[in-house]
């Protein structure tokens, strides 16, 4: 950054010797040679950003209209949306023009059009304001990367900008989303057993807040998912995942009201989950991080409530306090919406350890706790064991089609007693298509993936022709969808093959399969899939014939004119 700012030097100096008259006319010629040297300078640094690294990571911009640029004042003009995952940043854009990106403490506020930002409440002006191009959000990036703890070296041989985190980020000591405009409508589940369904749809639309404001229907999740279930027996948010995953949801309440005896089976989703996150048992910081950056956080506890109005020994309605110190198990679904580490401890019947608690949002209506929402201790015994956050969702028309056999997602593990293991799915396509992205379960921590596809796949000798289209990590367990480089294109009726290379420390089953668990799985269809798996991927067997289930390996492509 050491050029930029002895540019911006220079030039504050010559307006100051403009203002003063007679000296501009002794160095006008000087001036003009400095504001050559500044233009050629500008005209260089339009190369720059060809290459953006972060923390030693090259960012690849598979999207053209993403791609950063610089501007003529040589500031970094980076897409909003890639500042969460490429930043590891919370960001709201809200309808009105403002958008808040938080780190750790830090917050920033900025106006599109505007050419000052707030951060930590100090006011920073900027060399280039937020603009618009074709529809997409650019922020300049250098300054609000410097804002968040980041160093920033301009690199013009290597037409190349890196950035640095300087610093572990230091999270708030409290936060709520009531405070940002991202909370959404309490609702209330009635006598029926449908928690899972209503904190599962309330994250979802938390982390579409506060730039959409939806309500995605219960009964449509609750009485289409696959499984075969009443809405009084209960689910989990492995059951969530794979109604959304599989593009059956989520539905408009307006398509199909909660609890009117009736439920609208023609409903189309209105959103498509792409991404849901599992964060690791007890992580309260992981948990944290995540509202920040994605949106409420579905948990379970243990609840012996059955209501707004039912007594417990371990809730203080005075206080809208909870506080399980025993052993059961979860057995009730909330959304984390926020935190208080100085929550006062006395505020729980019984005392906990220390202070310190998770806001939490209910499913029983306003009249429960505060609104509808209440506090849970650090210290309850199941606060904060099952995770799940809902990282990215996005629009009905996001692929053309789908191709997938695991209806009912994530039931087991299957693999060879290692952490390595080869599957591969094989589909034929309806039409002239392009493969654009391909989803899989990490069933652990820092999985290591490499995404093949087999052109004209005949049989499993056709597995020798795979081509590697991509490589990467995911960092938390969950569900994931792989962007895809290039033009993998397939005639009308091609059968084609996607296999992926897994590797999950420390997990010795690493991939994630359907099949027939017992009552709760008894829709399972065998009949829709054809897959392999491989220890070294040289030699398959079908899992369909030797272990009866389906792989969790899906597809998505768009049609193609070649």
Known sequence: MK????????LGFLCIIFVCGTTFYIIGEKQKQEQN???QEAKEAKNLGRIVSIDGKVKKFPKVEETPYVTSGISLMYPLSRLQEDFNCGVSEYTNGKIRIEKGKHVIIMWEDCNQMLV?????????????KNGITFVPMDQIAEALDYSVFWDEKKEEISFYHLVADELPKRYDYRLHWRDTKVKDQGNLGTCWAFASLSAIETSLMPKEKLEFSVDHMSLNSGFPLGQNEGGEYNMAVAYLSSWKGPVLEEDDPYNDGKTNKEAKAYKHLQEA????????????EAIIKYG???????????????Y???YNKEKAAYYFYGDAKSNHDIVIVGWDDDYPKENFNREPQDDGAFICKNSWGS????????YVSYFDSNIGKTNVVYSKVEEKDNYDFIYQSDLLGWIGQLGYKREKAYFANVYESKGKETLKAVSFYATGEDTQYEVYVVRDFRDTQSFKQRELVAVGEMKEAGYYTIELEGDISFKKKEKFAIMVKITTPNVDYPIAVEYNSGYRTRSFDISDGEGYISLYGNQWTSVEKNQGCNLCLKAFTNKSEK
């Open 3 to 10: 050029k930029v700012r002895r540019i911006l030097l220079t």
């Open 37 to 39: 040297k500044i233009e």
């Open 120 to 132: 930590d409440y100090s006011m920073i002006y900027l060399r280039d304001n937020v603009v618009k």
């Open 277 to 288: 996150r599992i964060i690791k048992e007890k992580d309260y910081k992981g948990i944290k």
């Open 296 to 310: 409420g956080v579905q948990s379970s506890m243990y609840t012996s409530l059955k209501n707004s109005y039912s």
């Open 312 to 314: 417990s020994r371990y």
């Open 367 to 374: 009249e429960f706790g505060i609104g509808g929402y209440f």
